[in-house]
Antibody, heavy 118, light 112 residues
Framework: QVQLVQSGAEVKKPGASVKVSCKASGYTFTSYYMHWVRQAPGQGLEWMGIINPSGGSTSYAQKFQGRVTMTRDTSTSTVYMELSSLRSEDTAVYYC???????????WGKGTTVTVSS | DIVMTQTPLSSPVTLGQPASISCRSS???????????LSWLQQRPGQPPRLLIY???NRFSGVPDRFSGSGAGTDFTLKISRVEAEDVGVYYCMQATQFPWTFGQGTKVEIK
């Protein structure tokens, strides 16, 4: 079955970087774009950006430009999201989600909790 | 960025009764290709979001027919015809017409 398996929880200090992985299975990895969405504790959903696993092209929300890098490894069907210069406000659950016809997201990972604390 | 505004933010509902959530966008969601990329997602407690409705009114695979979406332009509605216990959670509208994709604040549906 189609699934996205994300890496485990992370605890980071302010100013550090975090790299979250999302391994896809059950479908052709390069045929579907992948999104990253985050959710701060008790808050709503925030779209961070999108990557084309085929060519590697990306588009990021302006808010994260310069701090976020999305990459992919086609040999392992894995996408990565790296966020640098972490601050406490980056404490959140980070989700990868498969694009659905450029209209929404149809498959979601279970989320990776990133805690930023000194 | 397109701002998505949902009302109400909380909706206590009696089991078996209908529920309705409104979503308004700060600008038209009609894309240059003629489609309107407004979707609804459900997030049950402790779970990732789940796609319910896409392009205003299309139910995603496996979604019960008690969920329906309607609207046009800047005003959209999600209706649950008869709320069941498993419908408890937070519902988000989301626009995918323009980058960055943006979400409404979420509407919490709970049982009275």
């Amino acid at each position: 079955q189609v699934q996205l398996v994300q890496s485990g929880a992370e605890v980071k200090k302010p100013g550090a970087s975090v790299k979250v992985s999302c391994k896809a299975s059950g479908y052709t990895f390069t045929s579907y774009y992948m999104h990253w969405v985050r959710q701060a504790p008790g808050q709503g959903l925030e779209w961070m950006g999108i990557i084309n696993p085929s060519g590697g092209s990306t588009s990021y929300a302006q808010k994260f430009q310069g701090r976020v890098t999305m990459t992919r490894d086609t040999s392992t069907s894995t996408v990565y999201m790296e966020l640098s210069s972490l601050r406490s406000e980056d404490t959140a659950v980070y989700y990868c989600a498969r694009d659905f016809s450029s209209a929404s997201m149809d498959v979601w990972g279970k989320g990776t909790t990133v805690t930023v604390s000194s | 960025d397109i701002v998505m505004t949902q009302t109400p933010l909380s909706s206590p509902v009696t089991l078996g009764q209908p529920a309705s959530i409104s979503c308004r966008s700060s600008q038209s969601l009609v894309h240059s290709d003629g489609n309107t990329y407004l979707s609804w997602l459900q997030q049950r407690p402790g779970q990732p979001p789940r796609l319910l409705i896409y392009k205003i009114s299309n139910r995603f695979s496996g979604v019960p027919d008690r969920f329906s979406g309607s609207g046009a332009g800047t005003d959209f509605t999600l209706k649950i015809s008869r709320v069941e216990a498993e419908d408890v959670g937070v519902y988000y509208c989301m626009q995918a017409t323009q980058f960055p994709w943006t979400f409404g604040q979420g509407t919490k549906v709970e049982i009275k």
